[in-house]
């Protein structure tokens, strides 16, 4: 079966502007999370979705959003887009917590 | 509030040696744990997980990996490494939430 898909794979962008970046889940999984990779500081969490609704999220500023939809593709939204935003943005779905995360192979941002 | 500790952020090895890199964590309740692996360039791949049972999970590659509950431990060994090993090595712990966090990674360089 396919795996979990990111769209696009690499994106640069300059600082102010917005970017959307979008995953979709293997199917039948209806957790999608996203996290920012970065070389600094590693692995963070963002949000969670789990059938349209966000049921956690990490600490990051309000610039940064998310949604699922209703047949569990997510997309996530950066606005105002800052130098220190340039990373790998991964996107994980699963089907119950204990079996673990499917990643994508991720979103390479690049903000310039 | 769950968090991983992994004690080493680099770990050489000659080829063929053994290998174990290092895994605390902690948490208020009880936890699911897992390894995943990322090689260049790609997403995380899913390594081994422990959710109960036998303390001592294995992987299909040869990692395996031993729950210890009164140390708060989860390393990862593997007896003899290869060359193919060469990646970052991710653990994480979940509360069962479909949260997971993650640890900051560790490097395994082979050394031929």
């Known amino acids: 079966k396919a795996g979990v898909t990111q769209t696009p794979r690499y994106l640069i962008k300059t600082r102010g502007q917005q970017v959307t970046l979008s995953c979709s889940p293997i199917s039948g999984h209806r957790s999608v999370s996203w996290y920012q990779q970065t070389p600094g500081q590693g692995l963070q969490f963002l949000f969670e979705y789990f059938s349209e609704t966000q049921r956690n999220k990490g600490n990051f500023p309000g610039r940064f959003s998310g949604r699922q939809f209703s047949n569990s593709r997510s997309e996530m939204n950066v606005s105002t887009l800052e130098l220190g935003d340039s990373a790998l943005y991964l996107c994980a779905s699963s089907l119950a917590g204990q079996s673990g995360y499917t990643f994508g192979s991720g979103t390479r941002l690049t903000v310039v | 509030a769950q968090s991983v500790t992994q004690l080493d952020s680099q770990v050489p090895v000659f080829e063929e040696a053994p290998v174990e890199l290092r895994c605390n964590y902690s948490?208020?309740?009880?936890?699911?744990l897992f390894w995943y692996v990322q090689y260049p360039n790609q997403g995380l791949q899913l390594l081994l997980k422990?959710?109960?049972?036998?303390?001592l999970v294995e992987s299909i590659n040869g990692f395996e990996a031993e729950f210890n509950k009164s140390q708060t431990s989860f390393h990862l060994r593997k007896p003899s490494v290869h060359i193919s090993d060469t990646a970052e090595y991710f653990c994480?712990?979940?509360?069962?939430?479909?949260?997971?966090?993650f640890g900051k990674g560790t490097r395994l360089h082979i050394l031929p």
């Open positions: 948490s208020s309740v009880s936890v699911y």
């Open positions: 422990y959710l109960s049972g036998s303390t």
């Open positions: 994480a712990v979940s509360g069962g939430d479909d949260k997971i966090i």
